[in-house]
């Protein structure tokens, strides 16, 4: 039998805009209209709430963890144009790096896989991605900024599962993609220099490209990346040799209302999408067909 689902009083004295587990999923992030990022404990009995971290001077919009392999962190993304990261220590969570280079609101943050270092990239309405890397030896963080990446404003960015090799047969290629309010999705690429060029520009949305996620697993060389906008279509992009090969496109499913949201599985073998109908619709492949999941298949989902 699944699991009841868990619920909690955040305390939030906004609305919450985004929620993340960590790896392990015991440990939950939410971050609100109110300027403030919560951490709380989560259990099979139920869920505590363990700090309350505050540093932004504006609503927080988004959070994402670190791999563990990286310690306890997270990093954060505000209106108030910064994006933080954060380390636990004994006394609490302590700002490790602040980047204020972004010219308006931060509108998402995400972290590489664990295979391609500590690394992450943060997206702005001022159209800008900055990508930001740890160096261990100097103790230092290091930004290169993408100016330009979606003149209107940048809205999500998910990064490829860290198995794609270079032409050494050893390297991690690092790849995201990234949307935004120009309608576009557009995949880039660290080249042999690590500067990061635009590799692909995908074209299936006709209004804004609210959210994508880059499915976690590759199978049989097989990429695939989910959109959803504003224009309520629900895309998905496949690949089966990235970085040669051309991306296809379907549209898996057109919803009554705009959609804000898109999340895969940790396994790959469903995705879930949410918007204004504040409803989380979940689709299946069956027989190579994405599908929505009816209700009577919903436990099978859950487990």
């Not at 935004?180 to 804004?208: A, M, Q, R, T």
Request: hydrophobic share 40%; net charge negative; proline share 3%.
């Amino acid at each position: 039998m699944p699991a009841a689902p868990l619920s909690v009083d955040t305390g939030h004295h906004a609305p919450i805009f985004d929620a993340r587990l960590n790896f392990f999923g015991n440990r939950l992030a939410t971050c609100s209209g109110d300027h403030l990022v919560k951490i709380f404990e989560v259990k099979e009995s139920g869920m505590c709430q363990l700090a309350e971290v505050s540093g932004h001077t504006g609503p927080v919009w988004q959070v994402d963890w670190a791999n563990p392999r990286f310690g306890t962190m997270f990093a954060s993304a505000g209106y108030d144009c910064r994006a933080i990261v954060w380390k636990e220590a004994e006394v609490g969570w302590q700002k490790q790096y602040e980047y204020t280079g972004h010219g308006a609101s931060v509108n998402t943050i995400a972290f590489a896989p664990e295979r391609c270092g500590l690394i992450f990239a943060s997206g702005s309405s001022d159209g800008t991605i900055a990508v930001h890397t740890y160096d261990h030896l100097n103790d230092k963080w290091e930004s290169v900024k993408i100016n330009e990446a979606h003149p209107q404003g940048v809205n999500s960015i998910s990064w490829a599962p860290g198995v794609t090799l270079g032409k050494d047969g050893r390297t991690v290629e690092k790849r995201f993609v990234s949307c935004g309010n120009d309608k576009f999705l557009k995949i880039w690429v660290c080249n042999e220099s690590g500067d990061w060029v635009l590799e692909k520009v995908n074209v299936s949305h006709n209004d804004f490209v609210r959210d994508v996620a880059w499915c976690p697993v590759v199978f049989s060389a097989l990429h695939r990346i989910v959109s959803v906008g504003q224009d309520r279509r629900v895309v998905m992009w496949k690949c089966n040799n990235i970085g040669r090969d051309e991306w296809t496109f379907e549209q898996i499913s057109k919803t009554s209302g705009a959609l804000w949201h898109v999340n895969w599985s940790a396994c790959g073998t469903f995705f879930s999408v949410s918007g204004e109908d504040n409803k989380n619709i979940f689709f299946r492949e069956y027989a190579n067909e994405w599908a929505e999941v009816k209700d009577e298949e919903e436990e099978f989902v859950e487990k």
